[in-house]
């Protein structure tokens, strides 16, 4: 529980430099951007890339900026660019997958595995769950007629964004941009 806190706390304490809110401005732009490259395969799937600038903000700052930008994000996005009606639920679940990949990224090391682990917690609940609950409360269907088809979305995407991701993090670590972006003598 002192180790959630103290991780609690410091990811707290990157909202003070203004380099963290300068990063997240370049990393919000980036996402608003790949947004416009969905895919939209029926009313009830989409497949994006603008979740990976926010994953990176999960790595960099940890859960309370992870949360924080995947909330105003949601909301920026649909303010920019509306898609279907506007529901607090799926911000909810911005934040709630900004905090779980942040507790799980923030100040550990960019593993296959770790990057593995944290996609599937995150599906589970958020999209496949949550999701699939606001979905259904919006449209009027039933939830458990929702479900197989988000399943699957989800199982098939759960390896293909872990892999992508983990890619353009280790190939951000090994050029150095995670240190140039976190260095604290702008």
């Known amino acids: 529980m002192k180790k959630l806190t103290a991780l609690f706390t410091q990811s707290c304490q990157e909202a003070k430099q203004m380099q963290t809110i300068t990063v997240c401005g370049m990393l919000a732009a980036i996402a608003i951007v790949l947004g416009y490259y969905t895919i939209e395969i029926g009313p009830y799937i ?3 890339f603008s979740g990976i600038p926010n994953r990176l903000v999960d790595y960099l700052f940890g859960p309370v900026i992870g949360g924080c930008f995947g909330g ?12 279907g009606q506007f529901f607090p ?18 100040q550990k090391p960019f593993t296959l595995r770790r990057v593995l682990a944290a996609k599937f917690i ?18 009027g269907k039933a ?3 929702l479900l197989p088809a988000r399943v699957l979305k989800n ?14 993090g280790r190939y951000m670590e090994r050029i150095g941009a995670f240190k140039v972006l976190k260095k604290s003598s702008w």
């Open 143 to 145: 939830f458990m007629v």
């Open 155 to 168: 199982l098939i995407m759960w390896p293909i964004d872990s892999v992508l991701l983990f890619s353009i």
């Open 89 to 106: 639920g799926f911000t909810f679940d911005a934040i709630l997958a900004g905090v779980l990949y942040g507790c799980m990224f923030y």
């Open 46 to 48: 989409k497949i994006g």
């Open 122 to 139: 995150v599906v589970l609940i958020c999209n496949v769950f949550f999701n699939t609950l606001w979905i259904s409360m919006l449209y």
């Open 72 to 83: 105003m994000l949601d909301l920026l996005k649909y303010i920019i660019k509306p898609s």
